[in-house]
């Protein structure tokens, strides 16, 4: 079991930015996917960022390549998202799923049904 706690969410202007973070609890954190995904109202989930635990391989949805940036910290089982330059499009509810590591996930990271445990979301917000 992971259990996960996401903060950091808010509103911010264009051209801002914020950091997530996700807490996670469990023996097997340090060796899973960690993703953030995020849903803005009438429109489907979409993987943002994941990490994997091992390997620290990333991977980034396209319309978020170089503004954001995911890390994690092991020792204090905690991922980030750090969000730059922030659009107006970047306005939706995020949040961080954790999964093992599978055919599924190593192949589709940024796919949700790859995720197995999810927290509870944290809502973003970017005026223009």
């Keep these: 079991q992971v259990q996960l706690v996401e903060s950091g969410g808010g509103?911010?202007?264009a051209g801002g930015s914020l950091r997530l973070s996700c807490a996670?609890?469990?023996d097997?954190?340090?060796t899973y996917y960690m993703g953030w995904f995020r849903q803005a109202p009438g429109k489907e989930r979409e993987g943002v960022a994941t990490?994997?635990?091992r390997s620290y391989t990333t991977s980034y949805a396209d319309s978020v390549k170089g503004r954001f940036t995911i890390s994690r910290d092991n020792a204090k089982n905690t991922v980030y998202l750090q969000m730059n330059s922030l659009k107006p499009e970047d306005t939706?509810?995020?949040?961080c799923a954790a999964g093992p590591l599978t055919y599924s996930s190593?192949?589709?990271p940024l796919a949700a049904?790859?995720?197995?445990y999810w927290g509870q979301g944290t809502q973003v917000t970017v005026s223009s």
């Design 11 to 13: 509103s911010v202007q």
């Design 24 to 26: 996670a609890s469990g």
């Design 28 to 30: 097997t954190y340090s």
């Design 51 to 53: 990490i994997y635990g």
């Design 92 to 95: 939706a509810f995020y949040s």
């Design 106 to 108: 190593s192949r589709y």
């Design 113 to 116: 049904y790859s995720y197995n």
